[in-house]
Every structure is written in structure tokens, then in C-alpha cells.
């Protein structure tokens, strides 16, 4: 990280809006926004295109080679290209939810997506969420936050989300995957979800999302017009 760019890290649970503080942020101070999230489901969604077996390590090797993932910023929204396509809404299908968080548990995947976010964060003010952000990616970060809110509410909120979209899911359907996947998240041998000790806590069980931003901003303006003096 250069001196004097400034790496908001959001970490947190499943479906807590770590995004949509994200975005806001980054629309707001004008930072980069890089989903982490994202970059994991379109790994997963090449595997299952491509039949990539979990426990067959040559094929994963061969796989992460021919990954390429890229981020495209457009009226303030983000979409991430796989090889080329557009697979941002893609990603977001419950097939890919469901077998992300096994993906994203395998060695060799975490260390090709967290040297890829850590290159993307060398030079530029950025805001990036995920589930290691702080503690892995970058635990130099300044400013660092931990998100959580109601599993029931967290459910609810995503319920609304993908069938807005059109997606046939059940609100079981949701709240087993979002339980299932925190389990794997928070267990799992490589740099497990987890707060970093100098992350914030916020938990937004029952704040607006402008109520967030306030939550966040407070915390981050100082440390802005410090960098800002250097
Ligand atoms: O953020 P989102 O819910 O889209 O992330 C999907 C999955 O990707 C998570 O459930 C988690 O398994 C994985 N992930 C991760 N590390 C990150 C970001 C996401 O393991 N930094």
C-alpha cells in the first residue's frame, strides 16, 4: 500500500450490506470499489461450468491459470467480467451461493484472489469488502469495519433482493444458505471470517442504510484529513 492512499476494509457476515455501505462510501469519497465477494463467485461459477473437481488440484491449478477477472465501473456501479464476460448477475444465482463458500475455502483459490486484491490496492484508495479483508488482505488498512446484523433480518433482506430479480427461492431456501455459509466462513482453515482487533463493529440490525453511511463516514473523515495534510 502507498503511504498515502487510504483501504477501507468491510468485513462481515453473509448478507449483512456490506455492499451497499461499500458502494455508498465509494460514491461518496470517490474511491474504488472492489467487491471480493464477486471475484470468489465467478471462480465458483468457471468451476461448475467447467466440471473443475474440488479435491482435483492440477485442474484447479489449470483453472485459476485461466482465470481472468476484471472490474468495470459504469454510473457508479460495478460488474465484474470473466474472461471477457459480463457474468455479474450470473454470479448471483443460487446455484453459485451454494457451493461458493466450498470454493472459497480451497488453498490454493484464496491465495490466487487475495494477491490479485492486494495488487489492486498497492496505489489507490479503495473500499473493499469481504470476509478477510482486515485481517488478511490487508491488515494495514486504516480504517477497518465488522459488519453483522439479525440472521432473520439478514435473510429477509436478501429474500426481497433476488426475488426483486426474479429469482424462485424460498425464504428456508435463503436462510439455510446464509447459515451455511457463515459455518463455513467462520470455520474454515485458511484465513477464516473473522473481526480483526482493530475493526469497528457495526451492527446494523436496525439502521437505515443512510444511517450506516453516517456510522461510517464519522469514523472515516478524520482519518481522511490526516492523510490529506501529509
Ligand atoms: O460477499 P458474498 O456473500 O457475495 O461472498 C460470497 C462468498 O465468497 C462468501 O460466502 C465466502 O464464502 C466467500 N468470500 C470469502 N472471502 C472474501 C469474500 C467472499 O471467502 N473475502
Do not use: W
Not at 465501473?73 to 443460487?94: A, G, P, Y
Not at 488478511?136 to 480504517?143: G, K, L, N, R, S
Amino acid at each position: 500500500m502507498k503511504k498515502n492512499n487510504l483501504v477501507i476494509a468491510i468485513d462481515g457476515y453473509s448478507s449483512c450490506g456490506k455492499s451497499t455501505l461499500a458502494k455508498a462510501l465509494a460514491k461518496k469519497l470517490h474511491f474504488i470499489y472492489i467487491d471480493t465477494g464477486a471475484m470468489y463467485r465467478a471462480v465458483t461459477l468457471y468451476f461448475l461450468r467447467n466440471h473443475v473437481g474440488l479435491e482435483d488440484h492440477a485442474a484447479i491449478a489449470k483453472a485459476l491459470e485461466d482465470i481472468h477477472l476484471n472490474f468495470h465501473t459504469e454510473d457508479f456501479q460495478t460488474f465484474i467480467h470473466l474472461n471477457d464476460e459480463d457474468v455479474s448477475k450470473e454470479i448471483r444465482q443460487m446455484e453459485v451461493s451454494q457451493n461458493v463458500s466450498e470454493v472459497s475455502s480451497i488453498r490454493e483459490v484464496r491465495h490466487a484472489m487475495v494477491k490479485q486484491q492486494q495488487r489492486m490496492g498497492r496505489s489507490r484508495n479503495l473500499v473493499m469488502d469481504g470476509r478477510d479483508i482486515g485481517t488478511t488482505v490487508f491488515p494495514e488498512a486504516q480504517i477497518k469495519f465488522f459488519m453483522t446484523a439479525d440472521p432473520k433480518v439478514r435473510a429477509e433482506r436478501r429474500f426481497i433482493e433476488l426475488t426483486e430479480k426474479g429469482e424462485q427461492v424460498t425464504m428456508e431456501e435463503i436462510f439455510d444458505n446464509i447459515a451455511h455459509r457463515d459455518f463455513l466462513d467462520t470455520t474454515r482453515e485458511e484465513s477464516p471470517l473473522t473481526r480483526a482487533e482493530d475493526a469497528v463493529i457495526l451492527d446494523n440490525t436496525a439502521l437505515t442504510e443512510d444511517e450506516q453511511l453516517q456510522f461510517a463516514l464519522t469514523r472515516i473523515t478524520p482519518l481522511l484529513e490526516a492523510v490529506s495534510s501529509k
